[in-house]
């Protein structure tokens, strides 16, 4: 495993994405298939099931160390990543020469093995390789493979290897693949790669319109003019549900997350549009929990997201259908070359004929002006609407995250203001600072949790908290501590819904810190009831459905 050890090394040590590329493209030249072949399944997030535990891990990497358990503990909070932890405190003892390949071949076996026998493999792993051979197959085992290098990068290296296109790539390495079932040659070069009926394709994404301060929240129309004429636009709002392809074709039909996650079981209100929609048909669009004529809010939709099966109560009360807005593939051929303002027409046109509940046409919005679009997104805000989409007409269906023609304009966030309350020491590079924290509002006196955040806050800042966490303990919950209620921040957020995980019996949806109230006491954060009033103002919010 030298040469894939030699390729993470020099991953993981750059943040230039040209060195990236180039560092992909060189091992994809010279490395062996079947390896190449693992190498791009581990970075497309197609990992071997773990056949281990973490506790497991734990344990038997405290015995390889020599060291008390709660000392390995604290050594892997500390650094913040246990692949990372082992590889410091194992010793090479008796080497092991095997490739990536035959790397993931041992781990996967481990499955079916006693636990005993499966401790004895694995410390023997541990003493057979060292340094980042170590940490790659550490990463392996845990399931966790992350090490900063983005599918479309991954792409990137192996275009340049090969020649062929970046978008042909891409498409190829979408789907329901397995380095068990195919090889790289047919991944990558084979010709009959269309024969994969539920093959989705992959999806284009949009960037943020970012004002002066660069937030969405500090934009206005000004930051639209450079976007031209009004005219060559369309606009859409941006909905707030599960992305999503579906897929019709070969008499099947598939549903496919944005996370490449085939989920076709998860929404059978969805299987009766293979009849109701023509053969050789994929389009884009988002999958929404609604009822009595109206999308629920996403909290709602949460509760079938992960289900392995969802039962006739949960199909009753939170019911699902397709929200379409772009169309890829048309009778069998992909139109994604084609301007919007055509794939639009087929849509209306398909969506009209199909004339089923569980699939819906995103309407687009009306507008002559910037201005007028600026006050759609002024009421944009629902439990199900997040802001608004802005399309060029003239736009192909691009793959990836590309800027100047798709552009998304989320409404302002909500916000409040809390005290901090418990706080515990972050990962990777914030390991040795206390930068997740717990945040609560005044009730009867007390404070009670709704919010966690760790985003927000200046380096300078997360610094100067964390100094004040260290001297202002108040007890210890194992790696959490509570703190003096002593600071108040601003918590923006997205959304409000009932929760039964925190004390207030609210929680709030993407918390982060907007900023650090200094000119405030903590006897003037806001309270309980003042965050349950905000969500009574909210459209479509719990106190009006």
Do not use: C
């Amino acid at each position: 495993m030298t040469r894939e050890a030699t390729l993470f090394d020099a991953l993981d040590s750059t943040t230039s994405t040209t060195a990236k590329v180039d560092a992909l493209a060189a091992y994809f030249r010279e490395a062996a298939d079947a390896d190449k072949l693992w190498v791009i399944a581990l970075l497309s997030g197609r990992r071997p099931k773990r056949p281990v535990t973490s506790t497991q891990l734990r344990q038997w990497a405290a015995q390889v160390s020599g060291i008390p358990d709660w000392l390995f503990e604290a050594s892997y909070h500390v650094v913040g990543d246990f692949a990372e932890t082992v590889t410091h405190i194992a010793k090479l003892e008796q080497p092991m020469e095997r490739s990536l390949a035959e790397w993931v071949r041992y781990v996967e076996e481990l499955k079916d093995l006693p636990e005993e026998e499966k401790a004895k493999r694995v410390k023997a792993a541990w003493a057979g390789l060292e340094g980042m051979a170590l940490f790659v197959f550490n990463k392996i085992i845990t399931g966790g493979f992350r090490i900063g290098v983005s599918q479309k990068v991954m792409v990137k290296g192996l275009s340049k290897a090969t020649g062929m296109g970046e978008d042909v790539l891409a498409h190829r390495l979408m789907g329901n693949w397995s380095p068990h079932d195919t090889s790289f040659q047919e991944l990558v070069f084979g010709a009959n790669e269309g024969d994969d009926h539920s093959r989705p394709y992959p999806f284009y994404l949009a960037y943020g319109i970012e004002g002066p301060e660069g937030t969405a929240a500090g934009a206005g129309v000004q930051d639209l003019l450079p976007l031209g004429d009004p005219r060559e636009w369309q606009a859409e709002h941006k909905w707030d549900g599960i992305r999503g392809q579906l897929i019709v074709r070969g008499g099947q039909h598939y549903v496919w997350s944005r996370g490449e996650e085939l989920v076709t079981d998860k929404y059978p209100e969805l299987e009766s549009l293979r009849k109701a929609l023509p053969a050789g048909t994929v389009l884009d669009g988002e999958i929404l929990a609604w009822k009595d004529g109206a999308a629920l809010p996403f909290a709602e939709l949460q509760k079938r997201i992960g289900r392995k099966s969802v039962g006739k109560k949960l199909l009753a009360d939170v019911p699902v259908l397709f929200m379409a807005y772009d169309l890829m593939e048309h009778l069998g051929e992909d139109i994604r070359h084609r301007p919007l303002s055509e794939r639009r027409a087929l849509l209306e046109g398909i969506v009209g004929a199909a004339s089923h509940p569980a699939i819906t046409l995103s309407p687009t919005l009306r507008f002559t002006s910037w201005e007028d679009i600026v006050a759609h997104r002024e009421h944009a805000r629902t439990n199900s609407i997040e802001g608004l989409m802005l399309k060029r007409l003239s736009s192909g269906y691009e793959v990836g995250r590309r800027r100047g023609d798709w552009w998304k304009w989320k409404v302002d966030p909500l916000s409040i203001d809390a005290v901090l309350t418990f706080s515990m020491q972050g990962h990777g590079r914030r390991a040795d600072l206390y930068t997740d924290h717990t945040f609560g509002l005044w009730h009867e006196g007390q404070l009670v949790t709704f919010a966690k955040a760790y985003s927000g806050l200046t380096d300078a800042e997360m610094k100067e908290v964390d100094a004040f966490v260290k001297k202002n303990t108040v007890e210890r919950f194992g790696p959490v501590r509570q703190v003096k209620p002593e600071l108040v921040f601003e918590i923006a957020f997205e959304g409000i819904s009932p929760s039964t995980r925190h004390k207030s019996g609210v929680a709030v949806r993407f918390p982060r810190i907007a900023r650090w109230r200094k000119d405030k006491k903590p006897q003037e954060a806001d309270t309980l009831e003042a965050l349950k009033r905000l969500a009574a103002t909210l459209p479509n919010g719990p106190n009006d459905r």
